[in-house]
């Protein structure tokens, strides 16, 4: 049993080190380890990856909050999208087929994949030719943070509001028909749509997938797919870790954000494009 705990806090570390710096959540690292490492049944791996959410995103958030380093005012915005969109998926559960989705939004996350790389290889973040757009500007969702890897103060605009708002409804979408974490879409709406710098976009996201899976785990509680003596460890592993991955973002370059982030969105992508196939990797 103390050997289990153990295991689970260094997996919930892992975890919340690996959300905090990419804004993904960290059900990407604790579902699989849950299932196929440690045999636990998916309802169960699901109700602890909700809860590794909430608890990465706490972490992380604090941490970016002090630094001023997330878009408060971007979040709140983009977050009613994300709730319209997580309602109505709720909603058409059963009607649209799931494989269909996956097949769109696997090649969604593949073409952003290769357009992130294009954005890598064009060099340093180009934040200064980036115009605001009308709705940005009335909203204040302009921004600035401090870049601790290059020792300056970064100004940014925030453009394609409507692009990004819409984006946000696919994420939310998606979260209430496939039953998946949509950190990967905040960030590609943020970054890729609305030209946000990569480091205030996965800030950001650490805070809205807080917000959204905070909904759902209300859900997952009644229905009995979280259990305490699994979901206690992670979080105080993962609420540490993403204390440290806060930490660790703030000292990295955005190419090398870019870099790790790239195969991680093309492997999501690729999974999610062959599993509307029923097929698995």
Do not use: C
């Given at each position: 049993?103390?050997n289990?705990?153990?295991?689970?806090?260094?997996?919930g570390?892992?975890a919340?080190?690996?959300?905090?710096i990419f804004?993904?959540?960290g059900?990407?690292i604790?579902?699989?380890?849950?299932?196929l490492?440690?045999?636990?049944d998916?309802?169960?791996?699901?109700?602890?990856?909700?809860i590794s959410v909430?608890?990465?995103s706490?972490?992380?958030?604090?941490?970016y909050?002090?630094d001023?380093?997330?878009?408060l005012?971007?979040?709140?915005f983009l977050?009613?999208a994300?709730?319209i969109?997580?309602?109505?998926g709720?909603?058409?559960t059963?009607?649209?087929?799931?494989?269909?989705?996956y097949?769109?939004f696997?090649?969604l996350l593949?073409?952003?994949?290769?357009?992130?790389?294009?954005?890598?290889?064009?060099?340093?973040?180009?934040?200064?030719?980036?115009q605001?757009?009308?709705?940005?500007?009335?909203?204040?969702?302009?921004g600035?943070?401090?870049d601790?890897a290059i020792?300056?103060k970064?100004d940014?605009?925030v453009?394609n509001?409507?692009?990004g708002?819409?984006?946000?409804?696919g994420a939310?979408l998606?979260?209430?028909?496939l039953?998946?974490?949509?950190?990967a879409?905040?960030v590609i709406?943020?970054?890729t749509?609305m030209?946000?710098?990569l480091?205030?976009?996965s800030?950001?996201s650490?805070?809205m997938?807080?917000?959204?899976?905070a909904a759902s785990?209300?859900?997952?509680f009644?229905?009995?797919?979280?259990r305490?003596?699994?979901?206690a460890p992670?979080?105080?592993g993962?609420?540490?870790?993403?204390?440290i991955?806060?930490?660790?973002?703030?000292?990295?370059?955005a190419?090398?954000?870019?870099?790790i982030?790239i195969p991680i969105?093309?492997?999501?992508g690729?999974?999610?494009?062959?599993?509307?196939?029923e097929?698995?990797?």
């Open positions: 049993m103390i289990t705990i153990l295991l689970l806090i260094i997996v570390l892992g919340g080190i690996f959300g905090a804004g993904i959540g059900g990407m604790v579902t699989p380890v849950l299932t490492l440690m045999g636990l998916i309802k169960y791996a699901i109700g602890a990856s909700i909430i608890a990465t706490s972490g992380a958030t604090v941490a909050l002090k001023d380093m997330l878009n005012r971007v979040a709140m977050e009613i994300t709730t969109g997580a309602i109505a709720a909603v058409l059963g009607v649209l087929p799931s494989a269909v989705l097949v769109l696997g090649v593949l073409f952003s994949a290769w357009n992130m790389y294009r954005k890598m290889r064009a060099g340093k973040e180009k934040t200064e030719a980036i605001a757009d009308s709705l940005s500007t009335k909203l204040k969702l302009n600035s943070y401090y601790n020792d300056k970064i940014y605009q453009s509001v409507p692009g708002f819409t984006m946000m409804l939310g998606a979260s209430g028909l039953g998946i974490g949509s950190g879409f905040k709406a943020m970054d749509i030209k946000m710098p480091k205030p976009s800030a950001t650490n805070l997938m807080g917000v959204t899976a785990a209300t859900v997952y009644f229905n009995g797919s979280i305490p003596e699994i979901a992670l979080a105080i993962i609420l540490v870790g993403a204390l991955g806060s930490r660790i973002m703030k000292h990295l370059r190419r090398v954000l870019r870099m982030f969105l093309f492997y999501i690729l999974q999610m494009f062959l599993k509307g196939f097929v698995t990797i």
